[in-house]
């Protein structure tokens, strides 16, 4: 099976089979071991190492079929005895059947590399590692550091001349985070596939970080560590970014489920009114009658029409980008105060608009009036016009980097009990109260939307006051554009 080439190579060769058999050799690997051709065949490859090896050349063998390689210095034992120190590379085929080859290169280590310090001089596949984009790490039992590529001191801040590994790794399960010394979990695990773990490093942040790692045999005869590490900052802030996307999936079904819900009751409600309305509205003869009968209706139509409004909100929001305009507050205010002046009692309330904008403001012009048309028109509806005069009092301060909104009223004010619901869709006090329970819920969605925020002091039977904080478009940048803005 293995070519004239491969049998005239100074290297050794050996095929395994999936079974760990030995089904072929060349000249150069028998040499090596001091065994003739046909006594090495059907051999388990295990046959090669020292007696106290052997479970560990088993789990090497297992760890290729899974996938992993093993390249580095190792003791075998030969025909009479002798222990050698070789290299040995591994790689794969398959055979007729598609089932897993796997073949070893074995190279006698020199004289010259058996007597000279990995520390100092690092074997051939050691210098490998020098051009690869991984940590390749050797360490002793006690955590003398034999080895380490120029990748693995830039990974873990090693400086030149570092004699010992003093890392420690937290490993998170299933129970609890577990923290202990790097050396300390290569001396429990002995073998290590594919960890994920957070590696601490001296005076600098821990990274996330895959670990791998294998028992082998040096050139004195002791037990190290060779380990790779991999850095997973990337991929694990990938992870967070999915995981945010999936618990927002997650908000979006159960607020999606909570709104068809009530949108339903919301929307029957009106169309019952109007039609039970029309069904009197047929028997009656009294004019006087039949007009309060129009005016019941044409208030649930106009219910209905609220709702509706609200609804295209609430989906433009979810829906579209956030837009960046240029703000002029004054006009916008008196343009959503008098879009409210049909507004039951709207007479009786005095209105007062106080704007500090020495600085220009960017944002969604559209999303803006969608938050102040909310407010103001909730401070309308529940004034208390019938125990005093009704007031609303909206004040803006612009900063170079924000705006601040106050909408004041000397309304019915909201209890403790309510203070930490009124953001929550189709929340109202109480079911005698108008409106659809949205008008909050969006405010507060928009504001998300806007990276801004806002919240309620308000004293029950005296009014209440929103405060709204929205960063300027035009200072949103990187870092600034994933968080809000604190109140």
């Known amino acids: 099976m293995l070519n004239t080439i491969i049998d005239a190579a100074n290297l050794g060769v050996c095929m395994v089979d999936h079974r760990n058999k030995i089904i072929d050799v060349n000249d150069f690997f028998c040499k090596i071991f001091e065994y003739d051709r046909e006594e090495l065949l059907q051999k388990p490859y295990s046959t090669l190492q020292p007696e106290n090896y052997k479970e560990r050349a088993n789990l ?7 996938g992993n390689q093993n390249t580095a210095l190792r003791q075998v034992m030969t025909k009479s005895g002798k222990r050698k120190s070789v290299y040995t590379f591994t790689a794969t085929s398959e055979d007729e059947f598609g089932n897993v ?83 300390q979990l290569l001396n429990e695990e002995r073998f290590i596939d594919n960890l994920s773990v957070l590696l601490e490093r001296a005076d600098h942040p821990p990274f996330w970080a895959l670990l791998s790692a294998s028992t082998a045999i040096n050139e004195d005869g002791q037990v190290c560590f060779d380990m790779t590490v991999v850095n997973q900052e990337d991929q694990k802030l990938l992870e967070r970014k999915l995981n945010k996307k999936l618990e927002e999936l997650k908000n979006a079904n159960k607020n999606l489920d909570h709104f068809v819900y009530g949108a339903t009751h919301d929307l029957k ?13 047929r028997r009656e003869e009294n004019p006087v009658q039949k007009e309060q009968y129009l005016q019941m209706m044409e208030k649930s139509i106009h219910r209905l029409n609220e709702f509706i409004k609200e609804i295209v909100d609430y989906s433009r929001n979810a829906n579209q980008d956030v837009k ?13 105060f008098e879009s409210m002046a049909h507004m039951e009692n709207a007479s009786k309330v005095e209105k007062v608009i106080q704007i500090e904008q020495e600085y220009p403001f960017q944002t969604d ?18 004034s208390s016009t019938h125990r005093r005069d009704g007031l609303i009092e909206v004040r803006v301060k612009v900063s170079p980097h924000k705006a601040t909104i106050h909408v004041n009223d000397n309304g019915q004010g909201i209890g403790k009990s309510h203070i930490e619901k009124i953001f929550e869709m189709f929340f109202r006090a109480s079911e005698g109260q108008t409106g659809t329970g949205l008008g909050l819920y969006i405010v507060k969605e928009t504001l998300d939307k806007m990276h801004g925020s806002v919240h309620v002091v308000s004293e029950l039977g005296k009014g209440s006051c929103f405060i709204v904080n929205i960063p300027s478009a035009a200072t949103l940048s990187g870092a600034q554009n994933q968080m809000k803005l604190d109140i």
Do not use: W
């Open 101 to 183: 080859l796997k073949i070893y290169n074995v190279i006698e280590a020199s004289d010259k590399t058996e007597s000279s310090s990995i520390g100092s001089q690092p074997p051939h596949e050691l210098m490998i590692g020098n051009n690869v984009k991984s940590g390749i790490l050797r360490c002793s039992q006690e955590g003398e550091l034999l080895y380490a590529n120029p990748h693995a001191r830039t990974l873990l801040f090693l400086p030149a001349g570092s004699k010992s590994l003093q890392n420690e790794v937290t490993i998170y399960n299933e129970n609890s985070p577990r923290k202990l010394p790097l050396v």
């Open 365 to 382: 012009a559209h999303r803006l009036k969608v938050v102040l048309n909310n407010l103001i028109s909730n401070a309308y509806k529940y």
């Open 60 to 66: 090497y063998y297992q760890n290729f079929v899974e």
């Open 269 to 281: 409600a009106p169309l019952a009114s109007i039609s039970g309305l029309i069904n009197i509205l």
């Open 324 to 336: 960046r305009d240029n703000i002029d507050f004054q006009p916008l205010i008196e343009e959503v």
